[in-house]
């Protein structure tokens, strides 16, 4: 029964390990492959996966990976790798057995992850915490951990980390309160989640065999024989974890076909397992067989074949105390050694061997008993040695433990009172705050009479730029509706019309009608779908065109990434900076010109680009000195008082900028606009 209880209690420790398919060895060495290549959080993310893999199995070399990510973590201001560090630490406390330090760094983790809302991670490390007081025998602290777990793996819907923790309940019914009926409910659970997860085949196959033993528990063994028969078919022989867990399932099946149905089909099952425990170096299977063996033949009072199983079991059981490990073969160093143990192997080699001692104990006392029975008293008094020498270390254990348990206890209520003492001082500070609440209540009125004059100040002002922009828009509008440009377009049509081309002229209507409506559309409205506002400036540089037929081509260009029907920007931005390149730029070019529009995304902005080839600003300048010195974009202008007041209202600003372009000689080339406009704006 201990057994069962300590892997119970284990289990609660990393139900948020679970990898993919292939083995533990190939995940590591798979990401020891990425470290070099990572930096910053990626970088701190990978080696926490490394450490929880390694801690287990090697958890002093994974002291310096620790400290790395702690100080990495720190000096990237990421919150989660601090709580994964401490995280990291504990379990090199734990697997230490240093349970009272892993106590203390699972603490700080828990008071990181509760800040950053880090359900998964915060709910694997009350896990761990509730190992600990269960292990330590504060068996009523460990259990109240797991219903914060299951709300926390609801919240975040991580879906197969709850299917295991079921798992575990179920396994605590089935080994421990002998609640067939409890076992069953929230096993079924589990395995409903397994499938729907769509989890790795040992996950359904072991979760299987648990309801198997569920089902017999409560009698239920027609239903009982279903599920066993369902888990073996889960397994995939060609996985290293399968194959263990598949061992382990066909003893299971024994030992409900030997305890509950009393079928002499158990020792095949029993014979299987033992061949394939032996087969993949398994001592702690091979040890965990033979014990069930020797019981079945004491049973049947096949008082050799017991003892030479009895035997078998101490000389396994000899082997995994003497080294902890659960296998001979490296190869199976990180495989799982049974059904709670899904995600990685975290039974610590100190535990294994308890596990081993009791076996040890059990199997010589029973050898004692079998040498007297069979007149081999010299024998059984020498095996009755021995169980007294593990018995007595298995007792001293257990006051070890329990001394431990009462010590946690203690430091637990010892800080439980020093945060009573502060509610108190909470409270004390409370009362003296009612004691002043005359001058405070006074002090809140001041405040919500300045709080009003706020209001009403900030309203004001918000009135006012609401006005400017208003008279900014109508101002565009009227800029933008320029009578020279309305004249030249409108006489273009005539003479389309003249010479008899009702197709063209038709054409340059629409595009004429078209553009007019969009300008008035836009005039009231404070945002429009981007797609209308290129459709504005295809409009426009067509209507340009037919004014001056051979002075420039144009190109408009809308990234593919770009959903210009959702996207809303404020409307007629770019007119006036394309009317500027096309009046002050390629009208004054001695050759043919050419206005690119280019719209692309760029770090969560939209960024508008207009870029011409003309004779630039300076050179044009000069010019419109020489034919009024007064001369300003007035449209230009317009839209810059626009885009202020526009940036004064919101967050996200609007960015202006304008430049020229040169060759190598220094030479104007001609002027790129560039706007970035929030994509949020």
């Excluded at 915060?122 to 797991?146: D, P, R």
């Amino acid at each position: 029964m201990k057994g069962f209880f300590t892997l119970f209690l284990i289990l609660l420790i990393n139900t948020s390990f679970a990898t993919d398919k292939y083995d533990l060895n190939k995940v590591y060495d798979s990401l020891a492959r990425l470290l070099p290549l990572a930096k910053g959080t990626q970088r701190v993310d990978i080696l926490c996966k490394m450490a929880y893999i390694l801690t287990p199995y090697e958890p002093d070399s994974c002291q310096p990976m620790s400290e790395e990510i702690l100080s990495l973590s720190s000096k990237l201001n990421y919150p989660t790798g601090i709580g994964k560090a401490y995280q990291i630490k504990g379990e090199i406390a734990f697997y230490n057995d240093n349970y009272t330090l892993a106590l203390d760094y699972y603490n700080r983790a828990v008071d990181i992850f509760r800040t950053t809302d880090e359900k998964k991670e915060l709910a694997k490390t009350l896990g761990q915490i509730g190992t600990i007081y269960l292990f330590t025998n504060n068996v009523e602290k460990g259990m109240a951990f797991i219903p914060e777990m299951i709300s926390l793996y609801q919240q975040g819907h991580y879906l197969d980390e709850l299917a295991m923790v079921y798992n575990a309940i179920g396994f605590y019914h089935n080994n421990y309160s002998k609640d067939g009926k409890a076992a069953i409910d929230v096993i079924r659970k589990s395995l409903s989640l397994a499938i729907q997860e769509q989890l790795p085949s040992r996950y359904p196959g072991a979760v299987s065999a648990s309801l198997a033993l569920a089902y017999a528990n409560a009698g239920q063994y027609d239903s009982a024989r279903i599920n066993y028969h369902k888990s073996l078919k889960y397994f995939n022989d060609s996985i290293q974890a399968d194959r263990v867990l598949k061992t382990e399932t066909l003893w299971v099946i024994g030992k409900i076909m030997s305890e509950y149905m009393k079928s002499d089909s158990a020792l095949y099952y029993f014979e299987k397992a033992l061949g394939r425990a032996n087969n993949l170096t398994f001592l702690w299977g091979v040890y965990r067989t033979a014990d069930l063996m020797a019981n079945y033949y004491f049973q049947k009072n096949e008082i050799e074949k017991a003892i030479r199983y009895y035997e078998l079991a101490a000389k396994n059981a000899l082997k995994v105390n003497a080294t902890g490990f659960a296998f001979e073969d490296e190869t199976y160093r990180r495989a799982p050694i049974s059904f709670w143990d899904l995600h990685i192997r975290n039974v610590t080699a100190s535990i294994l061997r308890i596990e081993a001692k009791e076996g040890l104990a059990k199997s010589y006392k029973m050898l004692s008993y079998l040498a007297e029975r069979t007149g081999n008293f010299k024998k059984g008094l020498e095996y009755f040695k021995l169980f007294n020498i593990y018995s007595d270390t298995l007792n001293q254990i257990a006051n070890d433990k329990q001394l431990l348990g009462l010590e946690i206890s203690y430091e637990t209520e010892r800080k439980n009172q020093q945060i009573n003492m502060l509610e108190q001082q909470s409270e004390l500070q409370e009362y003296r705050f009612r004691q002043n609440r005359f001058f405070l209540y006074g002090l809140g009125i001041a405040l919500v009479l300045v709080l009003l004059f706020a209001i009403l100040f900030f309203r004001q002002n918000r009135i006012k730029s609401n006005q400017q922009a208003i008279l900014l828009k109508q101002r565009l509008f009227r800029s933008q509706m320029n009578p020279h440009f309305i004249f030249n377009s409108l006489a273009s049509i005539q003479n389309s019309i003249i010479n008899e081309e009702p197709i063209k002229a038709s054409k340059y209507l629409a595009k004429f009608s078209k553009l007019v409506r969009n300008i008035l559309d836009s005039s009231v409205e404070e945002f429009i779908p981007l797609e209308e506002e290129v459709n504005t400036i295809e409009n426009y540089l067509a209507l340009q065109k037919i004014r001056f037929p051979e002075k420039f081509d144009y190109s408009i260009e809308v990234d593919e990434a770009i959903d210009a029907e959702t996207i809303r920007i404020p409307p007629m931005l770019a007119q006036p900076f394309i009317e500027n390149a096309i009046e002050h730029g390629i009208k004054l070019k001695d050759s043919k010109g050419n206005i690119q529009v280019h719209f692309r995304l760029q770090n969560e902005m939209l960024v508008l680009e207009i870029e011409d080839d003309g004779i630039g600003r300076k050179k044009a300048q000069e010019i419109l000195q020489k034919q009024n010195d007064n001369h300003k974009s007035l449209a230009t202008s317009i839209t810059q008082q626009r885009i202020a007041v526009l940036n004064k209202e919101r967050k996200g600003k609007i960015q202006l900028s304008i430049f020229d372009l040169t060759n190598e000689a220094g030479e104007a080339t001609g002027t790129m606009v560039r706007i970035n406009i929030p994509i949020t704006f």
